[in-house]
């Protein structure tokens, strides 16, 4: 049984962080085999226990949940950086034809692969993630989550309109496609199925309801889409659908509001829709380092709170510019302070880490599952180097307490602070 000594963060029930400068995590098998967290807490008060067993020691290094990512765009990964004039031209030009190629599996096979990689290198253990609109990609992904062990949702992308050749699917087909890829893939190992209409825009109505019946018939399977991110999207979407009552209004006429429902961005919202989201259960993906570089608008935390819906962290890669969780967290912040559209706030580091780990499995309905390391959760966790870079290591000596800890890994962190990423048996990464 692995047994740990190192510095242990964790969270607690209500989103305060737990941290022991002297920690002990051990590692179990449950009765599935799967390995979960069998204790976690001071090294002083678990250490007896676990005297027989051998000790991983990791001195100056801090062990961590995994982090999760609620929204990522698996086809995008080589449209990072793209530049344009905002959303729209932005998927006309790059996206829709780049997503074209995925068709092919064995292309949608090495861009897998990579993605995989490259969450993992980051620490990420935990993604719900778009495929494209052709079955091959999804195939592809979860094939290669699944050789990797990982916790991993994804679906095939409903368009069946206002989009190219290349990417926009067949009503009927897309529909059966969906319903087929379900029965194969949803709960296999650690997979997740998620349907995914695109947006409300590039669906028909015949498209969107019958998105609806199947998550109707599915409830534990994810929806996943994108909503209120930009204004002239906005405006698309309400010319389409004018008998709904927002732009959000379209996805509850259409059944696609309920718990496990991940809308990405939920920027340019009223208090209706904020209350729609928190009650149906709905959640946001909030996404700022996409926000801030497709110049989409910025999340209003107080307004999410205020009315109280749930939210966490994610990269939307590749309208988002980076992989890293700690790139996401600090945009993440800069996207609170802001105050001349909404009110500015200082979210604070114990708040943007919980939004990227147990409190973005809260929102995907995987609390104590995933995100963190309390006794029974799937033992999914990082090596933090806080030392990384000579500036890091001069700014986390210097921290007087845990916020300013964590305040210095989110501000000057990256992938070089992830020593290693372990999950559930599988290792990846440079030993410890
Ligand atoms: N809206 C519809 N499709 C997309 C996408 O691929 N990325 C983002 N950021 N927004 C979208
Ligand atoms: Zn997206």
């Known amino acids: 049984m692995p047994v740990y ?120 253990t935990t993604a719900l993630a778009f495929s494209t609109s052709h079955p091959a990609s999804v195939d592809a992904l979860f094939t290669e989550a699944q050789r990797q062990q990982m916790r991993l949702i994804t679906g095939k992308v409903l368009q069946d309109r206002h989009s190219p050749d290349g990417v926009r699917d067949d009503t009927e087909q897309s529909l059966i496609d969906t319903d087929a890829l379900i029965q194969r893939w949803h709960g296999v190992d650690r997979l997740g199925y998620a349907i995914t209409p695109r947006f409300a825009p590039t669906s028909t109505h015949e498209q969107l309801r019958g998105a609806g019946e199947l998550a109707a018939r599915y409830p534990d399977v994810w929806i996943q889409s994108h909503v209120a991110e930009n204004r002239d999207e906005i405006r698309w979407a309400r010319e389409l659908f004018p008998a709904a009552r927002s732009y959000l209004g379209v996805y509850d006429d259409f059944g696609l509001m309920r718990e496990r429902a991940v809308y990405a961005h939920c920027i340019h919202f009223d208090d209706d829709d904020r209350a729609l989201m928190r009650d149906t259960g709905a959640v946001a993906a909030v996404s700022p380092t996409s926000n801030l570089f497709l110049g989409s608008g910025f999340f209003d935390y107080a307004g999410a709170d205020r009315v109280g819906f749930g939210y966490g962290l994610a990269s939307d890669v590749g309208g988002g510019t980076s992989f890293s969780p700690f790139h996401t967290m600090l945009a993440a912040y800069y996207v609170g302070r802001e105050g001349q559209t909404k009110q500015g706030l200082s979210l604070s580091p114990q708040r943007l880490w919980w939004q990227h780990t147990a409190g973005a499995a809260k929102a995907l309905g995987l609390a104590g599952v995933v995100g963190n390391l309390q006794p029974g959760c799937e033992a999914d966790f990082v090596v933090l180097n806080p030392e990384a870079t000579p500036l890091l290591a001069r700014k986390t000596r210097q921290a007087r307490n845990l916020d300013e800890l964590l305040f210095a890994l989110i501000v000057l962190g990256d992938d070089r602070v992830v020593q290693e990423t372990v999950i559930s048996q599988a290792k990846y990464g440079s030993s410890a």
Do not use: K
Not at 62 to 68: D, E, K, Q, R, S
Not at 106 to 122: D, H, M, P, T
């Open 5 to 124: 000594r190192s510095a242990l963060l964790r969270f607690a029930d209500d989103g305060c962080a737990l941290y022991d400068e002297d920690g002990l995590l051990a590692i179990g098998p449950d009765a599935q085999g799967r390995q979960r967290v069998l204790a976690a807490g001071a090294w002083q008060a678990l250490s007896p226990q676990y005297a027989h067993e051998p000790v991983t020691h990791l001195p100056g290094r801090i062990l961590a949940p995994g982090f999760v990512d609620m929204h990522i765009h698996f086809p995008q990964t080589d449209v990072i950086g793209s530049p344009a004039d905002g959303l729209l031209p932005w998927l006309e030009n790059y996206t829709f034809p780049h997503e074209s190629r995925f068709v092919e599996s064995e292309y949608s096979g090495q861009v897998a692969q990579f993605f995989i990689e490259e969450l993992l290198r980051n620490g990420v």
